[in-house]
């Protein structure tokens, strides 16, 4: 439209021009602009040409569009199906996996219940502590293999294991937990540990300058290090002649010293493990009169618990177990005549199961304090367990009462201390019958002989109604 404006407006323009002067029109210029209007025509034509073509394309990207817009529609609508889909599933697993913790939980109550006298009840654990590592444990036809061990407050020592056992056709798996407070090795005298140590004098006057160790040709000794033997092979040969009347450095049992050969021929070997003296006659001496060696302390407690699956049942069962050495029992005339009273402060670990009481179903495994408080005049001791938290280290609002029971005697009867356990603000009193009873024995570092007890391990269980069950053992030392 733009070129045919332009046209005709030339045209005009020449038309008026005409008309007004007095020369007549060329030829020329009609030509001119006759030229013009074709040229103008076909500008038109194109730009014709060109508006239906963008009116193809637009009316093109108009169905585009439609289709498109019907794409979305379709995925929106399979999107809220899948969210329908997935809402269902969601609700199915929820459902599925409730009602499997719902069994798990009763699968737990089951076994606490029968702890006492289900099959590991008679099963016994035996429990050898390490200073500040994992300690040995071995229970007949079972091997434990190492889990995970770490320190647990200033005293206690945690080590968690795990076994796989068949008997017949049934395939169990089992999971021990143990704590134990073994303390440091302590310094003591060179002669009061191996008490067949003669004295070494030397001087005029005598002065005592060592202790002497006199060794039987043949004889293993595990005490024996001797830097000076470095030069031996090992094996089960007959060993290395060695200079008699002369000085080996070396320790025993962890003094420092020296082995001497004092008669001749002088002979030791390395068995891999152990050195032999197969000939002469050797002895050892102690760098001075003062030696000390380190000994272990064998004045400990342990207390913890046992799970075992059955794998082809998915059946559960129980044992909590505590001990320690130089019992108060062992004494009991002793004890019963201790007047006052004293605090003890501990851990303590066991299994738990709650079935439909809290509305979600719970089970597994706990930790806790423990705290007593030992009144000897009355012969009477009560204590508390809080501060629950589960395997995931949540915390549980939970408490447990150990109720005042009679003691005497160095220890607390099953039948004696009962049990309440408080969740929220409920609680529950059983009695020692039904499943809530507590038991404990005094322990201390040295012989008892009438002495505070420096420490207390013990067993409870506790039952809230029929919904929910408790199995745990603690250990507790003197604040």
């Known amino acids: 439209m733009k070129y045919a404006h332009i046209g005709l407006m030339a045209l005009a323009a020449i038309v008026i021009a005409g008309c007004g002067g007095g020369d007549s029109v060329k030829q020329s210029d009609l030509d001119k602009v006759k030229k013009d209007l074709e040229t103008t025509k076909g500008q038109l034509e194109t730009a014709q040409g060109e508006l239906e073509t963008t009116k193809g394309q637009l009316e093109t990207a108009q169905g585009q569009l439609r289709t498109e817009r019907g794409k979305v529609t379709e995925a929106n609508r399979q999107r809220d199906e899948a969210k329908d889909e997935v809402k269902d599933l969601e609700t199915l697993v929820g459902e599925t996996t409730d009602q499997l913790e719902r069994s798990r939980a009763k699968d737990t109550i089951d076994g606490i219940m029968r702890a006492g006298s289900g099959p590991l009840a008679s099963s016994a654990v035996g429990v050898m502590p390490e200073y500040r590592a994992k300690a040995k444990v071995t229970s007949s036809g079972i091997t434990f293999k190492d889990k995970s061990d770490r320190r647990d407050g200033n005293k206690w020592y945690f080590s968690a294991f795990e076994a796989e056992s068949e008997t017949g056709n049934m395939k169990y798996d089992h999971e021990l937990v143990v704590y134990t407070d073994l303390g440091p090795p302590e310094d003591e005298d060179f002669q009061s540990v191996h008490t067949g140590a003669a004295a070494v004098e030397t001087g005029s006057p005598p002065r005592r300058t060592g202790w002497r160790i006199d060794f039987t040709n043949g004889e293993t000794n595990s005490f024996v290090t001797a830097s000076g033997f470095s030069q031996l092979a090992s094996g089960a040969g007959d060993g290395k002649l060695l200079t008699a009347n002369q000085n080996y450095l070396g320790s025993y049992g962890g003094a420092r010293g020296n082995y001497r050969c004092t008669a001749g021929p002088c002979n030791v070997r390395f068995d891999g493990a152990n050195y032999i003296f197969t000939q002469g006659t050797w002895q050892f001496i102690t760098s001075s009169a003062s030696a000390k060696v380190k000994v272990k302390d064998v004045s400990y407690m342990h207390f913890g618990w046992w799970r075992r699956e059955t794998e082809n049942t998915d059946a559960l069962d129980f044992k909590v177990f505590s001990s320690g050495m130089n019992a108060a029992s062992e004494n009991a005339s002793a004890f019963d005549a201790l007047n006052g009273s004293a605090n003890y402060t501990g851990r303590a670990v066991g299994h738990y199961a709650v ?18 408080t030992a009144n000897f005049t009355a012969d009477s ?6 501060n629950f938290r589960n395997h995931k280290s949540q915390s549980l609002d939970w408490s447990l009462d150990l109720n005042a029971a009679d003691m005497s005697g160095g220890d607390v009867d099953s039948n004696s201390g009962t049990t309440r356990w408080h969740i929220g603000e409920n609680s529950h009193q059983g009695t020692t019958a039904a499943g809530n009873s507590w038991d404990a024995t005094f322990h201390s570092e040295e012989t008892y002989a009438g002495q505070v007890p420096d420490g207390v391990v013990g067993e409870f269980s506790a039952i809230f109604g029929t919904e929910a069950r408790m199995i745990g053992a603690f250990g507790a030392h003197k604040k």
Request: net charge positive; proline share 4%; no cysteine.
């Open 355 to 372: 079935h439909s009481l809290t509305g979600t179903p719970l089970h597994g495994s706990f930790t806790a304090n423990a705290s007593l």
């Open 381 to 386: 001791i009560q204590g508390k367990i809080t």
